[in-house]
């Protein structure tokens, strides 16, 4: 029997464990995917937003791979320091596999970053997401003006979210301190602000246009900045994507003026209803966030105009925007794998066609995929061909992999090893206990947001057994 362990059980990994078993290649193989968290699907669970319910609803084909017979979902597994090492594992697996992701966010590298209320966007995506490690964290919402920073998918995913009402919210799984936060915010203006145009940002299509459709609120672009794009008034050369978005910007940009920037129009005691104003600004760099004393005031930005190369230089004409809450979206990057070699340039791991090389040769039973493996790029599905890849190169090691000598019950190894493994029925314990927390408040299903709720469900199952 060949026993695969898969590190990470987001679309990467669980995308790895279904080309490991359709294969067929190794009729005896068994994949063992493993997680940090007790709960399975990655960003599926805990980075698509809450309202993106088709996108989430991806887990349900995530979750057929994990019931096969041949696969093994074990959470609550920490792998590097402080816990399992390649070497340990590779005593457990006759293979390893890391789908590990890009963990940690791009800094912007400028004055003030670090001041209160400037965070990372993957903190307050974490916080509404109920990602555990997020439990401490608190938004208050008593901003009335946010910056995002960036013009990806998760920079608009935010500045929606900051735009929605608490009402629509409800129906999701979202946890009931965000939803309650939402409900009291008082955010009127939402800026997204990127340092190049139109038809360079990276968000798509389809979640642009949703902006425009969001109650109660308004998206305001400058026709003065879009067309400093070479490529704004003549789109046809571009990629679909960049097209289609260049084509969404111009309609709202030829709508007639709405009124001045700032308009207090809401009745201050009914924030739920509330008009807000999402501002999508381009050509702006951020060179430095500025405090008063108790956080965040504005964020002070370079204009910035097309090199003539694809890229952008500074111009020295200068504006601030005002905001007391700063998010700042400039995409990721991968961390180093304790016992695995780092490219620090590209924040991957070195691989041939998914095997880990170490000085140019492969190091025997170890292979990487995801965003690892090929860094920060591609959406959901891009991790398919990716996936097979690496599937394909372990299986063609297979007859050496077999003479491997691991250990017997990898599970048991786990538990010997320090662990306390969170294993498919108590994943379900958590999925019933999330749906009967649900049901009191008087909601559909409502995520536990804390590693303590999160165990002490799962771990109801192994004392019900």
Same mark, same amino acid.
């Given at each position: ?12 990994? %669980? ?28 960003? %599926? ?27 093994? *979902? ?46 990372? !966007?993957?903190?307050?995506?974490? =916080? ?8 401490? /964290? ?23 979210? /900051? ?27 939402? =800026?997204?602000?990127?340092? +190049? ?82 501002? /999508?600004?381009?050509? /702006? ?56 070699? *780092? ?30 493996? +090929? ?24 007859? !050496? ?14 538990? +010997? ?6 294993? =498919? ?11 009967? =927390? ?18 002490? !469900? ?8």
């Amino acid at each position: 029997m060949l026993r695969v362990a898969v590190i990470g059980s987001g679309p990467s990994g %669980v995308y790895t464990a279904q080309s490991l078993i359709e294969q067929q290649a190794v009729p005896d193989l068994e994949v063992y995917v493993l997680d940090r968290l007790p709960c399975p699907y990655g960003l %599926v669970r805990y980075g698509v937003a809450p309202d993106h319910e088709k996108i989430k609803s991806l887990q349900n084909n995530l979750r057929t791979v994990l019931e096969h017979p041949r696969a093994h *979902f074990v959470g609550n597994v920490e792998v590097g320091a402080p816990g399992l090492g390649v070497a340990e594992l590779r005593e457990i697996f006759d293979a390893v596999v890391f789908c590990v992701g890009a963990a940690t966010d791009r800094h912007l590298g400028i004055p003030g970053e670090e001041l209160p209320g400037s965070h990372p !966007a993957t903190e307050f995506v974490a =916080w509404y997401s109920a990602h555990p490690d997020a439990a401490a /964290l608190r938004f208050t919402l008593a901003a009335r003006s946010a910056l995002v920073i960036g013009v990806g998918n998760v920079a608009v995913d935010v500045a929606r979210m /900051l735009s929605r009402g608490a009402a629509e919210l409800a129906t999701t799984d979202m946890p009931q301190g965000p939803l309650s936060a939402l409900a009291d915010s008082r955010v009127e203006d939402v =800026w997204m602000v990127g340092r +190049r145009g139109p038809s360079q940002a990276k968000f798509t299509t389809k979640e642009l246009r949703e902006l425009g459709s969001l109650p109660d609120t308004e998206v305001r672009v400058r026709p003065e900045e879009l067309t400093l794009d070479p490529a704004y008034q003549d789109p046809g050369a571009l990629p679909a994507v960049a097209r289609r978005n260049v084509e969404v910007l111009r309609g709202w940009a030829e709508r007639p003026a709405a009124g001045p920037e700032r308009a207090d129009t809401a009745p201050e005691s009914s924030p739920a209803r509330r008009r807000r104003r999402i501002h /999508l600004r381009f050509f /702006l760099r951020p060179v430095e966030i500025l405090g008063d004393g108790g956080g965040v005031r504005a964020v002070r930005f370079e204009r910035t105009a097309p090199d003539g190369h694809g890229g952008v230089s500074g111009t020295g004409e200068f504006e601030e925007i005002e905001g007391q809450l700063v998010l700042r979206s400039v995409g990721y990057r991968g961390t180093p794998q304790p016992g695995l070699p *780092f490219d620090e340039t590209t924040g991957t791991v070195p691989h041939q066609a998914g095997r880990v090389l170490r000085d140019g040769s492969p190091l025997p039973g170890v292979y990487v995929a995801g965003w690892i493996k +090929r860094g920060p790029t591609g959406v959901i599905g891009t991790n398919r061909p990716c996936a097979k890849e690496t599937a394909l190169s372990l299986l063609a090691d297979a007859p !050496a992999l077999a003479e491997h000598a691991s250990a017997g019950d990898p599970v048991a190894a786990l538990i +010997r090893a320090g662990q306390r493994p969170v294993t =498919w029925p108590g994943w379900l314990a958590i999925e019933a206990a999330e749906a009967e =927390w649900g049901r009191g408040l008087g909601r559909g299903t409502v995520k536990l947001p804390d590693w303590s709720g999160l165990l002490d !469900a799962a771990h109801t199952a192994g004392r019900s057994s």
